[in-house]
């Protein structure tokens, strides 16, 4: 036997606490948006904004904030220093959202600032690189892109996958592809036709009674939200980094959800009278010890790297903290009881919808 935290008799009613998970969900979802709303939209980091990266390396430590003074006479807009690779490198970045000046002015009036107030230590321009507006507005589409295709594949896999009906996963395929179509001659900026297609796909799933796919995407949804509106809360900058931890969660989030589905699906085979709500229930508390230990050794590796990873990949780390424990919740309070409002009401329907 494996090992288990959690007794086999365990029935925690989780169900039952769906309508408060609903409230706390909604309010922190709300908080995100209202941040985005008073704030503009994301905060774009150079990668989709434009901008340039200066590495420095120095022969001695030096303080970030002994750095900053250093460079204060530099007149670049948005400037930002952090501290970079491993303690005892003495390597740091240097990033401003400028994309007005040249590459060599910005080296200039680096090096210039750096002799002239950086007593204590020598240092050495390592590598400066510069990303343009359109190259940046370039790779925030193809970010974009990525994710929603990303939701959209997995939405028709889990309608073939828990519910044998391809057709309608076809049929949902084909309206996705016609919505699309539609929306693009209303030359909608990206982002909104990205809402557009996430609002056409969620309204598709009810419509074809697709409940697995409906509960799994929404859950999806529910978790990116989350973590896109506590990074606009703590005011952290949006990156290339931050859109694969997005996809990374979007995967261990659909992962989550599908162990609890695969046991309700097993469960469902092998009863015939209980309550479809209670059988949910079961299935949870059945995956529950399997869910903590997953959820825990994997934020144990993420917390690692949040705390020893260094400056560069910290809010990586964050964005992943966020995202698996908001998606261990969201496959528990999320998707599973939404399968129970959508779905039907006794087994017997499930059971013999899923052997047609």
Not at 146 to 164: D, H, K, T
């Amino acid at each position: 036997m494996g090992l288990q935290f959690i007794k086999p008799d365990t029935n925690i009613d989780f169900i039952g606490f769906r309508k408060i998970a609903f409230i706390i969900s909604i309010l922190v979802i709300l908080a995100g948006v209202g941040s985005l709303i008073l704030k503009g939209g994301p905060k774009y980091g150079i990668d989709f904004a434009g901008g340039m990266i200066v590495q420095v390396k120095t022969d001695n430590p030096v303080e970030v904030k002994e750095l900053k003074e250093a460079l204060k006479e530099v007149e670049l807009p948005g400037m930002v220093v952090q501290s970079f690779g491993q303690e005892g490198d003495n390597e740091y970045l240097i990033r401003t959202s400028s994309s007005d000046i040249t590459s060599a002015e910005v080296r200039d009036q680096v090096s210039s600032a750096l002799s002239a107030n950086l007593k204590n230590a020598k240092y050495e321009i390592q590598r400066l690189e510069m990303v343009g507006p359109k190259v940046g507005a370039d790779l925030r589409s193809k970010a974009l892109e990525a994710m929603f295709y990303a939701v959209l594949f997995i939405a028709i896999y889990i309608s073939g996958r828990f519910e044998q009906r391809w057709m309608a996963a076809a049929i949902m395929a084909g309206g996705l592809i016609g919505g699309q179509w539609v929306l693009g001659f209303t030359g909608l900026d990206i982002g909104w036709t990205i809402i557009g297609m996430l609002f056409i796909t969620v309204g598709l799933c009810w419509y074809l009674r697709l409940n697995y796919a409906l509960g799994a995407v929404v859950a999806l949804i529910h978790d990116v939200m989350i973590t896109v509106g506590i990074f606009s809360i703590l005011g952290k900058e949006f990156d290339l980094t931050i859109i694969a931890a997005l996809l990374t969660i979007i995967g261990y989030s659909l992962n989550d959800t599908i162990i609890v589905f695969d046991r309700i699906r097993e469960n469902i085979k092998g009863q015939d009278k209980a309550n479809f709500g209670s059988l949910i229930n079961k299935s949870i508390n059945q995956t529950l010890s399997r869910t903590i230990l997953t959820s825990g050794t994997t934020l144990l590796v993420v917390l690692s790297l949040f705390v020893l990873g260094g400056g560069v990949i910290h809010d990586f780390a964050l964005a992943l903290l966020i995202g698996i424990g908001v998606g261990t919740y969201s496959s528990i309070f999320v998707a599973s009881p939404i399968l129970l409002g959508f779905g039907p009401a006794t087994i017997e329907e499930e059971g013999d919808k899923a052997t047609a």
